[in-house]
């Protein structure tokens, strides 16, 4: 089952969620119970939350928003666009802000199942972007997910966290690549 994140979930409700104790899944937890309700009542993001079927148990979540992807020579060789061939840049993105899943609840098919809840609800709108644009920690077991999801790196960016250099991938879909070969 799935829904809007509320204004009147319980944040007691969202501190049960747990996606672990590594550094990228404590930024997911953070942006749940911290940043995703303001930023949905400011409009600048929407967070729907999946749940059991049977209960209000919190499984995962994914937050989207719009975003300008550049279309940049590095994007057009991964993608085997021409120059002359569109798109022009910048194109419109769905930006995947965050997404997670319960420690509790991995393995159990459910970031698969959200990921092409979102994929289906981009696809149903002829007018709905073509891409989906995501960031990830390089060293985050999430890359291969992704990678297997049709994702592809478009450029990784160098960052200290918590005094450790680790990269950023900046990772795409092209949903209409990943209908075509089935993967979303």
């Not at 798109?87 to 802000?97: D, F, K, T």
């Not at 696809?123 to 890359?143: C, H, I, K, N, Y």
């Not at 997910?145 to 900046?170: E, F, N």
């Amino acid at each position: 089952m799935q829904r809007p994140l509320s204004p009147d979930d319980d944040a007691s409700w969202l501190s049960l969620f747990e996606v672990g104790p590594e550094p990228w899944a404590q930024e997911v937890e953070r942006f749940l119970r911290s940043e995703a309700i303001v930023r949905q009542e400011h409009g600048d993001c929407k967070t729907t939350v999946f749940l059991l079927p049977d209960k209000e148990q919190l499984v995962g979540f994914l937050s989207v928003t719009s975003k300008d992807l550049d279309v940049d020579p590095a994007f057009r060789k991964i993608f085997g666009f021409s120059s002359r061939k569109s798109p022009r840049s910048p194109v419109g993105a769905i930006y995947l802000c965050a997404i997670g899943t319960d420690v509790r609840h991995r393995g159990k098919n459910y970031a698969t199942e959200m990921h092409e809840a979102l994929v289906e609800s981009v696809t149903s709108s002829m007018l709905s972007p073509r891409f989906v644009l995501l960031q990830v920690w390089e060293d985050s077991p999430a890359v291969r997910l992704y990678l297997r999801w049709g994702y592809r790196v478009l450029s990784t960016t160098p960052y200290d966290r918590d005094g450790t250099q680790v990269g950023k991938h900046k990772m795409v879909l092209d949903r209409f690549t990943a209908l075509a070969s089935g993967s979303g």
